[in-house]
DNA sequence: TTGTAGGCGTTATCAT
DNA sequence: ATGATAACGCCTACAA
């Protein structure tokens, strides 16, 4: 035999395929305990899957959500997609995860694809705010979507969101308390909104502390490990600062490398602290501070956010709360 | 306007449905090159997207692939699910990713999932030889798989793999070969194949060289650092080897922050090589010496060896070697 | 070269 | 409480 339908279940079960059907969809009215049992007992014997073709050909649904996210690769997003996807598949939907590597164009290619495979809803991680083309793409397929993580955009779309200020903030009010005057900060890309967050709610920490962050104790990033490695070498040769701030953790570990060739010790001769609390950091020596966000549960938050439009409720954003963490690798500043 | 049909199409366009389809699906023979445009155009001019319902419905294929991993958190997977991910878009396949958490509970949820979403075929990193449950829940799905990574079984189903036993016998060739006699090595765990592969051609290198590697210097490890941290604690205290392998690059991470606590110097007094080469190792200080394998392109080759199952084409397993990638982790040991 | 019509497996709307 | 039947949008013999 083939694949059953519920057109053999009906016959096998000696009913219509309406009853079926109900059984199927638990309607619980109209419908006597007794057949409810026989079909479902027929379903169970053969071990009966509807085909989700016939299905979406009608409902319109596919129970898929997609999920865009610049690279998987990138040790911020595995665990924002474990959250995604555990919160998905308990409200019954798979997954289907596309990374855009930070290009508008695969941006635009993934969304395509996630339209014409139908899913109900997508979780999108844009570049940084949400590209007006993919905007329009969005809008004219009329698929719901929430973003998450980037591309806040307080009126115009709902998502998840980190108060990257706020950790900006408690990452210099840290160094401020312990004592530290001269900081310098390894910022992400300028163009993009959340990095600049981070810092000014850095600047503005130690502004409240009378501290000037003049311009050549900022640098300027891109996120990645080995730029923040090159870049930091000047900061760190002329002795100026006795502190980092580093706007994610991977790039706290390129200046954890540079400080390494370059003989100062960590956090005796300079105190670090990073943002982000990736899994990785767990590996460095001496262990990182850092400015803790709950990606999973972003994650989590993200799907019940687009689960609540899919029922067409009223949605707000939801903002979370970075908190920090003390570890090893700041400290109070030699005299 | 709701979503255009081909039906719409073709009235637009003053064709029938069929000739519509027929452009849709590039037959070349039975139309006018003039028939052909004017339909293309007015696609283009609608932006029309077919109803993949309607078309698997009659087609029986979904154009979606489905990848089971144990957890996209583990930092060996995301490279291995972008090289998935990317091989099987070029092929127009979306892709659902699923994490088992090596649960074979979990493992037989998602099966299930994916076969209820009707995906043309499943990429599987099972727990490691396949579940005999799994293998006929698969069967009788008539799903075709590739496993990969783990779980190999020559006879039985083809994957994409490593040869291990290769990787093993690099690492301990390349220690014995810098000049150490008293090694150590922590495994993962016991119950999986590819671990104990590991193991036995680290332990032919040795032998070969006349060297021994008694019982007390092999520690079971899980994988996981946490266990590496502690379990490598008694090695380095005894100080009784010069040397330890470690079956993985996150358990050399363990061991890096057990010998930084003790106080013992990699790698003046205590070389070490891992194996995998994840991305995450580029943070360690020193560099850590390790057996690379290219799981980005053993994602794409799973991707591959599928689709030629679709095709029905006769597969084979493909084997990857591992190469070894000296770094600053080892070196020869003190006199 | 182009068109007609039946069927794919469900759900939903009416009947009974 | 249960059933017959018309969609849903597409593909594919078979006709013309």
């Not at 596309?98 to 164009?105: G, I, V, Y």
């Not at 139908?118 to 570049?127: H, L, P, R």
Request: net charge neutral; with cysteine.
């Amino acid at each position: 035999m083939k694949r059953w339908t519920i057109k053999d279940i009906a016959k096998k079960a000696g009913v219509s395929i309406t009853t079926v059907s109900r059984v199927l969809n638990h309607k619980e009215e109209g419908m006597s305990q007794k057949t409810r049992e026989k079909v479902l007992k027929v379903m169970e014997e053969v071990d009966f899957q509807p085909n989700q073709f016939a299905r979406g050909l009608v409902t319109k649904r596919s129970k898929t959500f997609g999920l865009i996210v610049p690279n998987i690769s990138n040790p911020y997003f595995p665990e924002l997609c474990r959250g995604v996807e555990d919160e998905a598949n308990e409200s019954e939907y798979s997954l289907i995860i596309c990374n855009s590597d930070d290009q508008t164009e695969k941006e635009k290619r993934y969304l395509r694809l996630l339209e014409e495979q139908q899913v109900d809803g997508i979780i999108f991680s844009a570049k940084d705010s949400l590209d007006p083309s993919d905007e329009e793409q969005l809008s004219r397929a009329k698929i719901p979507f929430v973003l998450i993580d980037r591309g806040k955009n307080e009126k115009k779309h709902s998502g998840v969101f980190l108060d990257n200020d706020k950790g900006g903030y408690l990452a210099g009010k840290h160094l401020i308390e312990l004592g530290h005057r001269r900081i310098g900060c390894i910022t992400g890309p300028k163009s993009i909104a959340l990095s600049n967050d981070r810092l000014e709610g850095f600047q503005r920490a130690l502004l409240e502390s009378g501290v000037e962050l003049p311009p050549s104790q900022i640098i300027e990033g891109n996120f990645q490990m080995e730029m923040a490695y090159h870049k930091s070498k000047d900061l760190l040769m002329k002795k100026e600062v006795t502190a980092i701030f580093a706007c994610n953790d991977v790039m706290a570990c390129g200046v954890y490398r540079m400080a390494h060739e370059l003989g100062i010790n960590i956090p005796t001769d300079l105190s670090i602290v990073g943002f982000d609390d990736i899994p990785l950091i767990s590996a460095l020596i001496p262990k990182l501070t850092t400015i803790r966000q709950d990606t999973y549960q972003m994650g989590r938050e993200a799907v019940n956010l687009l689960i609540q439009k899919l029922e067409n409720k009223d949605t707000t954003s939801v903002m979370f709360n970075p908190t920090l963490v003390v570890r090893e690798s700041s400290t109070s500043p030699k005299l």
